[in-house]
């Protein structure tokens, strides 16, 4: 997980399926960092590891209504800090995948990355687009028509980068506007993003493959 900007992040859930409670079946991670640590506390055992001057930090004005702890990346202008989940078999996306969380965005910038996994052959993200919303990235270089490139993936389908237009407040522009809830949600037919009450739901299907290494 990296970012390039000063954000926190508080509580953060993963469901290979849709999006459901804390002890249902399809919750692949969650880490909420209120014990100190990024504990998976899905009984999975992605547990996270502080890289660079990452901190989990308890001070009000940095927490969600002023409890608990979150994650703080602030490493301005390089990729110096970031949460790292070592690579597990439960976190290949296929088709289904929900994603959810908290978080307070200092300084907004395209590709700042919110969650990422992978950079081989089963990569799937979740960062800023350039007008300040989410994209939804799903094995997105792949090559799907030319056996001979090596990024060719047969049998995949589908679109690999999906982007909403729902905007995300960042602390500077929206004074007063603090935390926010964001999320994605794929079934494999379509791509929801969410944004506190706000939904947009995109009739896409995003690249699929089977994945089998980090």
């Excluded at 979740?126 to 060719?152: I, K």
Aim: glycine share 10%.
């Amino acid at each position: 997980m990296k970012n390039k900007l000063r954000d926190c992040l508080c509580g953060c859930c993963l469901f290979l399926g849709t999006a459901g409670a804390q002890n249902e079946p399809n919750l692949v991670a969650y880490w909420n960092f209120d014990d100190g640590t990024a504990t998976d506390l899905s009984g999975n055992g992605n547990d996270g590891q502080l890289q660079g001057n990452a901190i989990l930090n308890d001070v009000s004005d940095l927490t969600l209504k002023g409890i608990g702890r979150s994650l703080d990346l602030n490493f301005g202008n390089s990729n110096s800090d970031w949460l790292e989940v070592p690579h597990n078999d439960s976190l290949n996306f296929r088709e289904e995948l929900s994603l959810l969380m908290w978080i307070r965005p200092d300084d907004i910038e395209n590709w700042d990355g919110l969650v990422t996994k992978g950079t081989t052959t089963s990569p799937w993200s979740l960062r800023f687009n350039e007008e300040g919303g989410l994209r939804f990235s799903v094995n997105q270089w792949f090559n799907l028509v030319d056996p001979a490139d090596p990024n060719y993936a047969s049998g995949a389908k589908g679109e690999g980068d999906i982007q909403s237009t729902l905007q995300i407040p960042d602390v500077n522009e929206a004074e007063g506007i603090e935390w926010t809830f964001v999320g994605v949600i794929s079934d494999g037919q379509s791509v929801r993003f969410i944004k506190n009450d706000e939904e947009q739901v995109l009739p896409v299907s995003l690249i699929s493959l089977r994945m089998t290494s980090p």
